[in-house]
């Protein structure tokens, strides 16, 4: 069964948080914990905590042993711009310097197994 949690409008680039996701997407949930709480990149403590509500919904909403977990999608989408203020361009003009916010969406199912690069599915 797959199961998902996400964050919506977090503040960050979603070109830096796309790194983290990438990383973790077809590992096992304890290994991508183990490499996001070691990473260095802002956007992994962000990932961490999604990845995390997403095995408490499957432990607390449905039963799911967490154990054998697996990261079947993460993806970092853009979220909508905030502009914030003004920077003096050539020529007189104003550049306006834009906060890019994410929706980071993470889904974590117990029918399939990890791999390296993807995932693929146990047989039946």
Same mark, same amino acid.
């Given at each position: !069964?797959? *199961? /998902?949690? #996400?964050? /919506? +409008?977090v503040r960050m680039s979603p070109q830096k948080a796309r790194l983290v996701v990438d990383a973790i997407r077809g590992r096992a949930a304890v290994e991508a914990l183990a490499f996001l709480d070691t990473s260095p990149k802002a956007a992994s403590e962000v990932v961490a905590k999604i990845l995390r509500s @997403? #095995? @408490? &919904? @499957?432990? &607390? &909403?449905?039963?799911l042993n967490t154990? +054998? !977990? *697996? *990261?079947?999608?993460a993806t970092a989408d853009k979220g909508p711009t905030l502009p914030r203020r003004f920077r003096p361009r050539a020529r007189g003009q104003a550049g306006v310097i834009e906060k890019k916010t994410t929706h980071i969406t993470v889904v974590v199912s117990n029918d399939i197994e990890p791999t390296r690069r993807g995932y693929k599915r146990k047989p039946a």
């Open positions: !069964m797959q *199961v /998902r949690a #996400l964050a /919506r +409008g @997403a #095995l @408490a &919904n @499957a432990a &607390n &909403n449905f039963s154990d +054998g !977990m *697996v *990261v079947v999608t």
